[in-house]
């Protein structure tokens, strides 16, 4: 495949070697703008979301090739006062995602209000208990004891049965409301994460790029040993990743360990490509420009190859619903055509500007 697409790019005889003309620094106005845009997207409006994975919570998928109306879904389960309560369709179903019941978290308080002042205050204790089994009155019917301490145990084992009886109840109106066959029931996937596993997830997912960075950069510099050629192929990884988040926001898909992997793999691959741009502009026989314009057509092969493969592994998984390949893939491709952008039109002018003023102050 990568020597059917050279052979397109020489067939389409294009003069490379002007790419880079006079004007060349102006190719940097592009991904200036889009550096202010891009966080906006991903970060502010629409922004990106977590995934369940990463947030704690249910996620329920329903898969149908017919259309359901999802709309009523969301007021059938507005009831239950779920955090973060969202509805997402797509091509082939309904992705519901929610949080903890508000009134299973509130029990929750009122039970280690009553255990922290069982000792201290019984009366007081018992009171925060029976505001547990208030909270709770509205999922699963039960009576508080009357002596303290048999009222904390009866509402723990409480909280596990409004669990469940939640549960059954959210199955029994996404069931309802979708008007679901059985077979369809029976496609229905589950994904329960707690939300403290979730934020130990989110606080490795952050260390891992943390890390990841740091040895880029030692690796870079030991190389180069240059802080410009450095900071330029970091900027670049950074401008990929930016435009790689904001496809996520803007097509609505979540954030997940899933997500954060082609992310890695994304930011190993776009350096990749401007450490070869990088490389020829600075240690070249030629002229700056004539060794940008040599690596833009071995880059073009390069990043080409990948976008065609990612475009089908697109295309595929949508189509046949796949969401990990489709998580995958969305990085992937859109994060490439970030790096077409950020490494031929904002990082090699940078490192021709950066060579041709060396080499000038050298004269």
């Known amino acids: ?41 991903a970060f502010i409006y629409p922004g990106i979301e977590r995934g369940v994975d990463l947030s704690g ?24 006062e779920l955090a973060e309560l969202s509805i997402v369709p797509f091509s082939g ?22 255990e922290s002042t069982l000792s201290s205050s019984p009366q007081q204790s018992y009171a925060s208990c029976q505001k547990a089994f208030s909270e709770l009155s509205a999922l699963f019917k039960a009576e ?4 303290p301490k048999e009222c904390i145990e009866e509402a723990r084992k409480t909280v596990i049965l409004s669990r469940d009886s939640l549960k059954d109840s959210i199955n029994k109106d996404i069931k309802v409301t979708l008007n679901l066959n059985e077979v369809e029931v029976e496609k229905i996937q589950y994904t329960e994460i707690s939300p403290a596993l979730g934020a130990l997830f989110w606080d490795s997912a952050i260390k891992a790029i943390i890390i990841a960075t740091v040895l880029l950069i030692v690796l870079m510099f030991i190389f180069f040993r240059d802080f410009f050629p450095v900071i330029a192929i970091l900027q670049a990884g950074l401008f990929d990743v930016l435009f790689a988040l904001a496809a996520l926001a803007l097509l609505r898909v979540p954030f997940s360990l899933v997500t954060l992997s082609a992310l890695l793999m994304l930011v190993g691959y776009s350096i990749d490509t401007d450490i070869m741009l990088t490389a020829r502009v600075l240690k070249g026989s030629g002229k700056p420009k004539d060794n940008a314009a040599s690596a833009l057509k071995t880059g073009l092969t390069m990043t080409g190859i990948t976008l065609i493969t990612a ?10 619903a796949i969401d990990i390949i489709f998580g995958i893939s969305v990085v992937l491709f859109f994060g490439l055509l970030g790096d077409l952008i950020s490494t031929w039109l904002m990082n090699a002018p940078a490192i021709i500007w950066y060579v041709e003023k060396k080499v000038t102050k050298q004269r």
């Open 93 to 114: 179903g309904v992705q519901i995602h929610f949080g903890a019941s508000k009134k299973i978290e509130a029990a929750s308080r009122y039970i280690k209000d009553a």
């Open 311 to 320: 475009a089908i592994m697109l295309v595929f998984s949508s189509i046949y």
């Open 144 to 147: 508080a004891p009357k002596d």
């Open 57 to 80: 919570g249910t996620l329920i998928i329903v898969r149908s090739e017919r259309q359901m109306a999802y709309e009523r879904l969301e007021s059938a389960l507005s009831k239950y």
């Open 1 to 41: 495949m990568s020597f059917a697409l050279a052979v397109v790019i020489n067939t389409l005889k294009v003069n490379f070697s002007k790419v880079y003309g006079k004007n060349y620094k102006l190719y940097m106005i592009l991904p200036a703008i889009l550096f202010f845009v891009l966080p906006i997207i």
